[in-house]
T-cell receptor, first 113, second 111 residues
Framework: GAVVSQHPSRVICKSGTSVKIECRSLDFQATTMFWYRQFPKQSLMLMATSNEGSKATYEQGVEKDKFLINHASLTLSTLTVTSAHPEDSSFYIC?????????FGPGTRLLVL | GESVGLHLPTLSVQEGDNSIINCAYSNSASDYFIWYKQESGKGPQFIIDIRSNMDKRQGQRVTVLLNKTVKHLSLQIAATQPGDSAVYFCAENTGGFKTIFGAGTRLFVKA
């Protein structure tokens, strides 16, 4: 099946710094990618839909200026958590759509100290 | 986000028994449903899917049942094994666009 990768797999940063997470579709092109956030013992919550060549669409309650999304190519979307704070610590998971099927990445664990 | 952020309910079963995991979905317009398995520290893994024009679909050791009348999905795992221990999420999709996850159930398999 199709493979989606994320980098880094885990990151620790200081409060106030920005962190960039990459999501790549390795063997297919994805015009649409999705970013989810998952807190411990909770479900995945959709943050935004990343569209290649256009602006991302954010879910209600998600700050677009804090979570910057760039989908510059058909195989890469990036999520930048700007001015990260401890409450942004979470598991960030991306997915890429190939046709009607969504393939999920392995996730990125972010810890903000 | 649109999914519900609740603490996960837990299902504990004996190895070899059948497991049934239930899920209620919210959007009557959803036409595609998926079950995912998530192991600790990993991304969701596709298990089985079903479209709204079906009420049952079978895979290897797994069966998904869909009841559109009451907006209910279930995942049945036959002969549950220790490797099945994980968190299981149902997800709904409308028109092939974004996928919204349900609350999830943690499955413990006792040896």
């Amino acid at each position: 099946g199709a493979v989606v990768s994320q980098h880094p797999s885990r990151v620790i940063c200081k409060s106030g710094t920005s962190v960039k997470i990459e999501c790549r579709s390795l063997d297919f092109q994805a015009t649409t990618m999705f970013w989810y956030r998952q807190f411990p013992k909770q479900s995945l919550m959709l943050m935004a839909t990343s569209n290649e060549g256009s602006k991302a669409t954010y879910e209600q309650g998600v700050e677009k200026d804090k979570f910057l999304i760039n989908h510059a190519s058909l195989t890469l979307s990036t999520l930048t958590v700007t001015s990260a704070h401890p409450e942004d610590s979470s598991f960030y998971i991306c997915s890429a759509r190939d046709g009607t099927t969504q393939y999920f990445g392995p996730g990125t664990r972010l810890l903000v100290l | 986000g649109e999914s519900v952020g609740l603490h996960l309910p837990t299902l504990s079963v004996q190895e070899g028994d059948n497991s049934i995991i239930n899920c209620a979905y919210s959007n009557s317009a959803s036409d595609y449903f998926i079950w995912y398995k998530q192991e600790s520290g990993k991304g969701p893994q596709f298990i089985i899917d079903i479209r709204s024009n079906m009420d049952k679909r079978q895979g290897q050791r797994v069966t998904v049942l869909l009841n559109k009348t009451v907006k209910h999905l279930s995942l049945q795992i036959a002969a549950t094994q220790p490797g099945d221990s994980a968190v299981y999420f149902c997800a709904e999709n409308t028109g092939g666009f974004k996928t919204i996850f349900g609350a999830g159930t943690r499955l413990f398999v006792k040896a």
